[in-house]
């Protein structure tokens, strides 16, 4: 077996077809580190590849922990990777067989779960760069709808560019200060952001480098939930054989010292907008701080 570092495209890392190989993608999904059985002709081939780099074990073992030690990914499995706040090994790791459960199933419960979160938060977990306009307000503060703040990359004030030693971003709060801004006579006072439309251009990186435990934790309470919903629109007829394509199956999965049983509401609606209730308490309360109309401000 050898290891790799490599670029991805569309999703995959390069050689993710070689024999046997296996893959970790990086927290913004650009990069990889790949395993595979390489012959002499692949490790000719990978090693020539101007986009990759050979790792020794202990090497790929150092990046995957700045890497925030992301799950191995397959094949098999590849297709579904990236569509959820949780993962097809995740809900596996608890109990999920393929008896109970196909990587389809799966994959749609993780969808469904994902964006019932994003409703009953109203954000999603997504690391994105943004740019956007906004009016200043005669006040040395700026207040941004879309945080946490990971970085501010540029800042624009009435088309003058604002040096980073004279703002600092506030990240869990999601807003900008002004801390040293010099005056510009006839366009701005010392220290505020002038009263205008859209004259404040804002240029960052938002939301977050690693999906918080809490919010993977509710994804997957809420995929296990949300998977009897799936396996009763495939099968509604209530059996006692294991297999559940011809029956629904689950009953419970303990995960860790929660037991989960399935009782859905089946008036439960996604969709856009916001929600008062996942239809989980322990989900509710897992994702409560991380609700936009919980967050408190303190300036």
Known sequence: MGYWRTVTIEGKPKFWDKPNCRWKLSPLEDEAIIEFTATQVDYD???????TTELT???????????????????????????????????????????MATDE?????????????D????????????????DGDGTSVLFLDDRPIIKILNLKIDDVEVTSSEYKAYSE??????TGLEPVPGKRMKGVFPSGDQNIEVFGQFGFEVIPAEVRQACILLSIDLLQEIKS??????????????????????????????????SLIRGEGSRITTGNTEVDVLLLKYRKDMEAIVI
């Open 233 to 266: 629109e495939i099968d509604l007829t209530e059996s006692d054989n294991k297999s559940t394509r011809n029956a629904i199956g689950l009953k419970s999965v303990k995960i860790e010292d929660v037991s989960v049983e399935f009782q859905y509401p089946n």
């Open 45 to 51: 081939e990978v090693n020539n590849d101007p986009d």
């Open 105 to 117: 199933e799966l994959g749609k419960s993780i969808r469904l779960a994902t964006q019932t979160i």
């Open 57 to 99: 074990r202990m090497q790929a073992e150092t990046l995957s922990k700045t890497w925030n030690d992301p799950v191995w990914l397959y094949p098999s499995t590849s297709q579904l990777s990236g569509i959820g706040y949780c993962s097809l090994t995740d809900l596996r790791d608890k109990g999920i067989t393929t008896e």
């Open 173 to 178: 709060a999601g807003y900008i200060k002004l």
């Open 119 to 134: 409703s009953f938060c109203n954000r999603n977990f997504w690391r994105r760069e943004k740019k956007y306009l906004l």
